[in-house]
């Protein structure tokens, strides 16, 4: 589990678009946010991620850089690229298993029947500072409850406004 404040291992993993996402590479303003999402085969997934993309700028405009990720296989990753309306969301693919133990991402496998792939992330979402610590984490077991955008931008307002510090260090 990451603990907050605590420097997020880095990622290197491809882009739907032909190029690469390198988490240490990220310089944003404020914030890098990171969705983690369980794939093509979850339709929530698909509708929070169709929200998010079509609010991208009310993040960017605060200085955040967002990306979704996912553990999908770069075939399965452009089809979510091609058939969800995502507009400008960067979509990263081809998460490992290792990878997202080290972000704490609880981790299920396929439902018999199901197009589920045979291992894939639950939810997660992140926000980190520009040197990488953990600022805000939510991971989940289950892919049924979001956090609210809404209420997300605006605890965002609050922390920069007042320069709101990471909680839960004590953990």
């Given at each position: 589990?990451?603990?907050?404040?605590?420097?997020?291992?880095?990622?290197?993993?491809?882009?739907?678009?032909?190029?690469?996402?390198?988490?240490?590479?990220?310089?944003?303003?404020?914030?890098?946010?990171?969705?983690?999402?369980?794939?093509?085969?979850?339709?929530?997934?698909?509708?929070?991620?169709?929200?998010?993309?079509?609010?991208?700028?009310?993040?960017?405009?605060?200085?955040?850089?967002?990306?979704?990720?996912?553990?999908?296989?770069?075939?399965?990753?452009?089809?979510?690229?091609?058939?969800?309306?995502?507009?400008?969301?960067?979509?990263?693919?081809?998460?490992?298993?290792?990878?997202?133990?080290?972000?704490?991402?609880?981790?299920?496998?396929?439902?018999?029947?199901?197009?589920?792939?045979?291992?894939?992330?639950?939810?997660?979402?992140?926000?980190?500072?520009?040197?990488?610590?953990?600022?805000?984490?939510?991971?989940?077991?289950?892919?049924?409850?979001?956090?609210?955008?809404?209420?997300?931008?605006?605890?965002?307002?609050?922390?920069?406004?007042?320069?709101y510090p990471t909680r839960g260090t004590l953990t």
């Amino acid at each position: 589990m990451l603990k907050p404040e605590q420097t997020a291992p880095d990622l290197d993993l491809p882009l739907t678009i032909d190029a690469r996402f390198v988490l240490s590479d990220q310089t944003p303003d404020n914030f890098t946010m990171l969705v983690f999402y369980r794939g093509k085969h979850c339709p929530i997934c698909k509708r929070y991620l169709e929200e998010l993309g079509g609010r991208l700028s009310d993040f960017t405009n605060r200085g955040i850089n967002v990306f979704a990720i996912s553990m999908d296989s770069e075939e399965r990753a452009m089809v979510s690229d091609k058939e969800w309306a995502t507009h400008d969301l960067p979509l990263a693919h081809s998460l490992t298993e290792e990878q997202a133990r080290e972000w704490g991402l609880y981790i299920s496998e396929k439902r018999e029947g199901s197009e589920e792939p045979d291992v894939f992330s639950e939810p997660g979402l992140f926000l980190l500072r520009p040197d990488r610590s953990l600022y805000f984490a939510v991971t989940q077991n289950a892919p049924f409850t979001r956090p609210s955008l809404d209420e997300l931008i605006k605890g965002i307002d609050i922390v920069l406004e007042k320069d709101y510090p990471t909680r839960g260090t004590l953990t």
